[in-house]
């Protein structure tokens, strides 16, 4: 009996590498996005503790200095935030893109799997079919006495 072989190998075998090649990617997009949000985050609570600081002030004497970079401080936390907003943003597309490039792949390598599987399906029906038609033969000489 012959051994299962499919055609397609090779492709199906690079198919492979480009999906975990691709999956890897998706990871490293999810990580940077993580760590993008995790510094919006941090931002926030910093315009949060500066804004709960002034606050607190407000019951004390005015101080015009003190006011003035209270301000420019909260202006340019601001600022920052605007910036990383924009980064989550990006990253989050970046985020998208690796996920379509990864489920591309993916449905490629299905695609080849699937075809693999009937392949191989077909190939195990033959044997069979091959291998009932030697028994019948074997079975057929030994009733009229041939010996093989």
């Known amino acids: 009996m012959k051994t299962f072989h499919f055609r397609l190998q090779r492709i199906r075998d690079l198919r492979h590498a480009r999906e975990k090649d691709r999956l890897t990617e998706l990871g490293r997009e999810q990580k940077q ?16 503790s500066q804004l709960n600081e002034m606050k607190a002030e407000r ?47 993916r449905r490629d390598t299905s695609i080849l799997d699937r075809l ?17 038609k030697l028994l019948d033969e074997i079975g057929s000489r030994k009733r009229d006495g041939d010996q093989p």
Request: net charge positive; no cysteine; aromatic share 12%.
């Open 33 to 48: 996005l993580a760590y993008e949000e995790q510094r919006l985050d941090i931002f926030r609570g910093e315009a949060g």
């Open 59 to 105: 019951g004390q004497p005015f101080k015009v200095w003190r006011q003035t970079v209270s301000l420019r401080y909260m202006h340019r936390v601001d600022r920052v935030i605007e910036y990383q907003s924009a980064r989550v943003v990006e990253q989050t597309h970046a985020v998208e893109k690796a996920r379509d490039k990864y489920l591309d792949a």
């Open 116 to 132: 693999r599987e009937k392949k191989f399906g077909e190939w195990k029906r033959d044997e069979l079919r091959e291998e009932g």
